[in-house]
């Protein structure tokens, strides 16, 4: 138990940060939403019902799909674009999808290389970018779940306020879904251009998210 | 020879499977939310 902690503290710790957090956002959200019924002249929900909602499914989603956006975005656009001095980028010579050798496919494949990095062919050109394919299919599941619990908390608003009611394809173009979308998009681009431009002179000594303290300004991509 | 590696292979697939469960049970739970509420 003390190696299965010892070697996965990372994630455990993640793993743990976001199921309290995640926990926090439905008291709080209950609180909150209970008070605006309250004042609307509606009666406070309970945790349960807050729980089971879409408004607060929609909330949990709208910066679930923006965080799989972000480093699907990030794992694509660092194939091909780099910055001179970022730990977050490649040399700027190794531009693009690199020799099977590099990569250690095919033929260059090792003993311990997984299996479907050695036989080449369909199998290896989908492991290649699984990676990619998977947190992109994340992003768009994640995003069309939003999409259907703020049309479903839309509707409800429209309800009280007896107006009219709109189909999901319709609600895709409102304003309202796409204010919910850009505000969580814009976050996350600032803080990946952020980590990509303040790692080239700032340091954390001990994080692979960072270069060596001791590296010039100059060196890209020195942590790996 | 092979028993330690197979042991930590073992322990990451373990996070590994967390991960995944977490995400699908998240997006499954958000989506029946919303195809309930009809």
């Known amino acids: 138990m003390r190696n299965f902690v010892r070697e996965n503290s990372l994630s455990l710790f993640f793993a743990t940060i976001f199921l309290t957090t995640l926990v926090g956002q439905s008291f709080a959200g209950q609180h909150a939403y209970s008070a605006e019924q309250v004042e609307q002249g509606g009666s406070a929900v309970s945790w349960l019902t807050y729980v089971?909602?879409?408004?607060?499914?929609?909330?949990?989603?709208?910066?679930?799909?923006?965080?799989?956006?972000?480093?699907?975005?990030?794992?694509?656009?660092?194939?091909w674009l780099v910055q001179k001095g970022s730990n977050e980028s490649k040399p700027l010579g190794d531009k693009g999808l690199e020799s099977d050798e590099?990569?250690?496919v095919g033929s260059h494949?090792?003993?311990e290389s997984p299996l479907w990095a050695r036989g080449g062919g369909l199998r290896t050109r989908l492991y290649?970018?699984?990676?990619?394919?998977?947190?992109?299919?994340?992003?768009?599941?994640?995003?069309?779940?939003?999409?259907?619990?703020?049309?479903?908390?839309?509707?409800q608003e429209q309800r009280?306020?007896?107006?009219a009611q709109l189909s999901w394809v319709r609600y895709l173009i409102d304003p309202d879904f796409w204010e919910k979308t850009?505000?969580?998009?814009?976050?996350?681009?600032?803080?990946?251009?952020?980590m990509a431009v303040l790692t080239i002179y700032l340091r954390q000594r001990g994080s692979?998210?960072?270069?060596?303290?001791?590296a010039p300004h100059d060196e890209t991509g020195s942590s790996g | 020879l092979c028993s330690p590696k197979r042991g930590n292979r073992s322990?990451?697939?373990?996070?590994?499977?967390l991960y995944v469960v977490l995400i699908a049970a998240g997006i499954l739970a958000a989506v029946l939310v919303a195809l309930a509420e009809a």
């Open chain 1, 160 to 163: 009280e306020r007896s107006e």
């Open chain 1, 102 to 104: 590099r990569q250690r």
């Open chain 2, 11 to 17: 322990t990451v697939k373990a996070v590994f499977v």
């Open chain 1, 128 to 155: 290649e970018n699984s990676l990619l394919l998977t947190m992109g299919v994340i992003f768009l599941a994640t995003w069309l779940a939003q999409s259907l619990n703020n049309w479903r908390t839309f509707n």
């Open chain 1, 52 to 79: 089971t909602s879409a408004h607060y499914w929609g909330a949990v989603m709208e910066n679930w799909q923006s965080e799989f956006l972000q480093f699907s975005l990030f794992i694509g656009a660092t194939i």
């Open chain 1, 182 to 194: 850009l505000q969580n998009w814009q976050s996350e681009f600032l803080a990946v251009g952020s």
């Open chain 1, 208 to 214: 692979p998210e960072s270069k060596p303290v001791g």
């Open chain 1, 109 to 111: 494949a090792g003993p």
